[in-house]
C-alpha cells in the first residue's frame, strides 16, 4: 500500500466519475460513498432526505442566493444559518466521519476540500470531451438525446455552485488535485489503473 | 505496450516535468527530446541556435507583439512571416519529424498541439504548488532564493505566451491533455509511475 487511504473524486457530469470510483472500490474491496452522504445528513438534520435531494435539485447558480436567504425555517431548527450552510455543515460531518472509519471511495459533495487537512488522501478530478459525456448519459444515464446537452449544462453548473458556494472556491480547477484524468480520451479502465497505481504505491 | 507511442509533456517552471519526462524516457529506454528541438529547427532556418534561444528568452506577452512585427529580416528569409511564426513552423516540423521516426518523450514547445491529430500521443501536464517549485528551483537550479518568485513567475508567463501565440490557446487547461499530474503533491517518482501505467496500458 502507498501513503494514501481514501480517494475522493469530482467530477463532470457523465464523464464517468462514479463508475471510476466503483471500480477502484471494487478492486481495493473498500467501500464508496456517494449518495449515502445526502441522506446521513437528512437523517442528522431529521429532515426528508426527500426534501434534501429537491434543495440540491435546485442549486444553480441563480438558485443559491434564494436558498441561502430563505427557507431556514422549514427545517426546523432555528439556527439562522441557511438551508445549504446548514445541509453542508451536516455533509461535512458525515465524509469525516466515514473518512474515519478506515480507507473508503468518496464520490463529490467537496470532498477533496472537507478532507483538505488529512494528508492520507488522493484527490482526482474526472473530466471529457462533450461527445464522450453526450454518448455516457444517453446509453447510460437513459437521458433523452434532444436534452442531452443542456441536462450536461445544467448538471455541471449545479456542481459547480454547490462547490463555489461550499468552499468559496472554483470548482474544477487542477491545482486542488493530485490528478485530473481525461475519461473521454483514457477510457475508464486506464483511469482506474492510473489511481491504483497511485494509491498503492507501486 | 499501450495503445501509446509518444509521451508529450507540458509542465509549469520548476514543476520537475523534464525530470519526469526523463525518468520515463529512461524506463522506456525511448529518447527525450527538449532542446534539440530548438538547435533543429534553428539549424532549418539557418540561424545560430544563440539567436534562436535569445528570441525565446524575451517571449513574454509584451515581447511577442514586437517580435511578431518585426525582426523577420535578421533570419534573411523574406518570406514575410514573423520570427516567432517562422521558428514555430520549423519547430513544428522538427517534432514531427522526431515523432515520426519512433517512440518517445517530448518536453515543451506544443508538442500536444504540432501532435494533436495522432492517436498514439499521450500528453501530460505537470504542476506544482510555489511552495514546491521554488524548493525545486533553488535546490536543483540554482536560482538565487531572492529572485525565485519572480523567475517562476517569467518562465511560466514565457511559456504561457509561447503556447498561447502558437496556438491561438490557453496554456495549462486540463481539457487539452489526457492527464494533468500534480507533481507538489504526488512526487516526481509517482508521476513517472502513473505515466508509465497509462502508456504501457497495464
Known amino acids: 500500500m502507498g501513503n494514501y487511504s481514501i480517494v475522493t473524486i469530482e467530477r463532470e457530469y457523465a464523464s464517468g466519475g462514479k463508475e471510476i470510483g466503483q471500480k477502484v472500490a471494487d478492486a481495493l474491496q473498500i467501500p464508496l460513498y456517494n449518495n449515502e452522504i445526502v441522506s446521513m445528513a437528512a437523517q442528522k438534520l431529521h429532515v426528508d432526505p426527500e426534501y434534501v435531494a429537491h434543495i440540491e435539485e435546485q442549486m444553480t447558480g441563480s438558485m443559491l442566493f434564494n436558498l441561502a436567504m430563505s427557507a431556514t425555517s422549514q427545517l426546523g431548527i432555528g439556527t439562522g444559518r441557511s438551508v445549504s450552510d446548514q445541509l453542508f455543515r451536516a455533509e461535512c460531518e458525515v ?108
Open 95 to 202: 465524509i469525516q466521519n466515514f473518512a474515519q472509519q478506515g480507507s473508503c471511495v468518496i464520490v463529490g459533495r467537496c470532498a477533496d476540500h472537507v478532507l483538505r487537512n488529512r494528508k492520507d488522501c488522493l484527490n482526482v478530478f474526472i473530466y471529457a470531451d462533450l461527445k464522450t459525456r453526450k454518448e455516457r448519459a444517453i446509453r447510460q444515464y437513459g437521458v433523452d438525446p434532444s436534452y442531452v446537452e443542456s441536462t450536461i449544462k445544467k448538471n455541471d453548473k449545479r456542481r459547480s455552485a454547490y462547490y463555489n458556494v461550499n468552499t468559496s472556491l472554483a470548482w474544477g480547477k487542477k491545482e486542488f488535485y493530485d490528478l485530473c484524468l481525461n475519461s473521454g480520451q483514457l477510457g475508464v479502465d486506464s483511469c482506474v489503473s492510473a489511481i491504483l497505481t497511485l494509491f498503492q504505491g507501486t
